[in-house]
C-alpha cells in the first residue's frame, strides 16, 4: 500500500485532481462495504475513507446518516472496523484513512486505537470533531503522531485565521477543506464563495488540500481545478447504492474521474 504522500506524488506526476470517496463500514453491510473499496480502486479512486459508524455524526447529512444507522442496526463495531481495515490494506494499493468522530475513539481508548489504526494499516484520520484545544487531555495528535499517522484537519469557510494557522502547523498528509459551512450532502453546485476560501487556504500551507461536502458531479470537480488536489465525495455515493446497487457505483466514479484530469 502507498502512503498519502507518495500517492499525492503520482496525483500531482499526472497532472490532475485526485479522487477520495468515502464509506460507511457495515453499510449496506460489511460484505458490501469491502467489495465497494475494490470496486473503487479499480475504477480509480486514489484515497478512500472508511467511516466508523456512530449514532450522531454531527458533520453528516441524511445520507449518510441513515447509512450510520443501517451498520449500527447490522451491529458493526469498532473492532469489525479494524478488521475490515486489516483485510482491505492486503488487497488494495491505495491509502486508506479512518473517518469518525471522536466519541467511539475516546471510549475505545485513544492510544489503544491509534496503536490498532496502524497495525491494519490505515494510512491517517480524519475526526472532525476533535478540536485542538482538548489536545492537553486527550493527547490524539501525540499518539498520531507515535503511530505515524496522518492527521487530517478540517477546516471551513468560518474558521478563524488563529485556528486555520493552529491547525495547520499539526496537520500531515493533507488538510481537508469543507465546500461549505454546514454537513455533507450533495448539491447542485458550489459555492461561490469555496474558491476565495481556497486560495486563502492556498496561501496558509504548502500541504494538499481536499474539499469535500457537497461534491457531487463531474462538474463539480471541473470547478475545482487549480484550487484544490483532490475532490472528496460521499453522499452521491451512497445514493446511487441506494437507487441502483454496489455495483453501479463503478461507472459514476470513472465519471468523476475523467473529469479530474486537467
Same mark, same amino acid.
Given at each position: 500500500?502507498?502512503? *498519502?504522500?507518495?500517492?499525492?506524488?503520482?496525483?500531482?506526476?499526472?497532472?490532475?485532481?485526485?479522487?477520495?470517496?468515502?464509506?460507511?463500514?457495515? +453499510?449496506?453491510?460489511? =460484505?458490501?462495504?469491502?467489495?465497494?473499496?475494490?470496486?473503487?480502486?479499480?475504477?480509480?479512486?486514489?484515497f478512500i475513507e472508511i467511516q466508523i459508524p456512530f449514532s450522531d455524526p454531527i458533520?453528516? !447529512?441524511?445520507? *449518510?446518516m441513515k447509512a450510520n444507522d443501517k451498520a449500527l442496526e447490522n451491529k458493526v463495531?469498532?473492532? $469489525? %472496523?479494524?478488521?475490515?481495515?486489516?483485510?482491505?490494506?492486503?488487497?488494495?494499493?491505495?491509502?486508506?484513512?479512518?473517518?469518525?468522530? +471522536?466519541? /467511539?475513539?475516546?471510549?475505545?481508548?485513544? =492510544?489503544?486505537?491509534?496503536?490498532?489504526?496502524?497495525?491494519?494499516?490505515?494510512? !491517517?484520520?480524519?475526526?472532525? $470533531?476533535?478540536?485542538?484545544?482538548?489536545?492537553?487531555? =486527550?493527547?490524539?495528535?501525540?499518539? /498520531?503522531?507515535?503511530?505515524?499517522?496522518?492527521? *487530517?484537519?478540517v477546516l471551513s469557510p468560518t474558521s478563524t485565521d488563529t485556528r486555520i494557522t493552529?491547525?495547520?502547523?499539526?496537520?500531515?498528509?493533507?488538510? +481537508?477543506?469543507?465546500?461549505? /459551512? !454546514?454537513?455533507?450532502?450533495?448539491?447542485?453546485?458550489? $459555492?461561490?464563495?469555496?474558491?476565495?476560501?481556497?486560495?486563502?487556504?492556498?496561501? /496558509?500551507?504548502?500541504?494538499?488540500?481536499? %474539499?469535500?461536502?457537497? *461534491?457531487?458531479?463531474? =462538474?463539480?470537480?471541473?470547478?475545482?481545478?487549480?484550487?484544490?488536489?483532490?475532490?472528496?465525495?460521499?453522499?452521491?455515493?451512497?445514493?446511487?447504492?441506494?437507487?441502483?446497487?454496489?455495483?453501479?457505483?463503478?461507472? +459514476?466514479?470513472?465519471?468523476?474521474?475523467?473529469?479530474?484530469?486537467?
Amino acid at each position: 500500500m502507498r502512503s *498519502i504522500n507518495e500517492q499525492i506524488k503520482k496525483i500531482r506526476e499526472k497532472k490532475k485532481i485526485g479522487l477520495m470517496t468515502h464509506v460507511v463500514a457495515g +453499510y449496506p453491510s460489511l =460484505e458490501e462495504t469491502e467489495e465497494l473499496v475494490l470496486l473503487m480502486e479499480k475504477a480509480g479512486v486514489d484515497f478512500i475513507e472508511i467511516q466508523i459508524p456512530f449514532s450522531d455524526p454531527i458533520a453528516d !447529512g441524511p445520507t *449518510i446518516m441513515k447509512a450510520n444507522d443501517k451498520a449500527l442496526e447490522n451491529k458493526v463495531t469498532i473492532e $469489525d %472496523v479494524l478488521s475490515l481495515m486489516q483485510r482491505l490494506t492486503k488487497k488494495v494499493e491505495i491509502p486508506l484513512l479512518f473517518m469518525g468522530y +471522536y466519541n /467511539s475513539i475516546f471510549h475505545y481508548g485513544v =492510544e489503544k486505537f491509534c496503536k490498532k489504526a496502524k497495525k491494519v494499516g490505515a494510512q !491517517g484520520l480524519i475526526i472532525p $470533531d476533535i478540536p485542538l484545544d482538548e489536545e492537553t487531555h =486527550e493527547h490524539f495528535v501525540r499518539y /498520531s503522531n507515535e503511530n505515524n499517522l496522518c492527521n *487530517i484537519r478540517v477546516l471551513s469557510p468560518t474558521s478563524t485565521d488563529t485556528r486555520i494557522t493552529a491547525n495547520i502547523k499539526i496537520a500531515k498528509g493533507f488538510v +481537508y477543506c469543507t465546500a461549505i /459551512s !454546514g454537513t455533507t450532502g450533495t448539491r447542485s453546485q458550489l $459555492d461561490p464563495q469555496t474558491s476565495k476560501f481556497l486560495q486563502k487556504m492556498r496561501k /496558509s500551507t504548502n500541504l494538499p488540500l481536499a %474539499v469535500g461536502f457537497g *461534491i457531487s458531479s463531474p =462538474e463539480h470537480i471541473k470547478a475545482l481545478i487549480g484550487f484544490a488536489d483532490i475532490a472528496v465525495v460521499g453522499s452521491a455515493v451512497i445514493q446511487k447504492i441506494e437507487q441502483t446497487g454496489v455495483n453501479s457505483v463503478k461507472s +459514476y466514479i470513472r465519471l468523476l474521474v475523467k473529469a479530474g484530469m486537467k
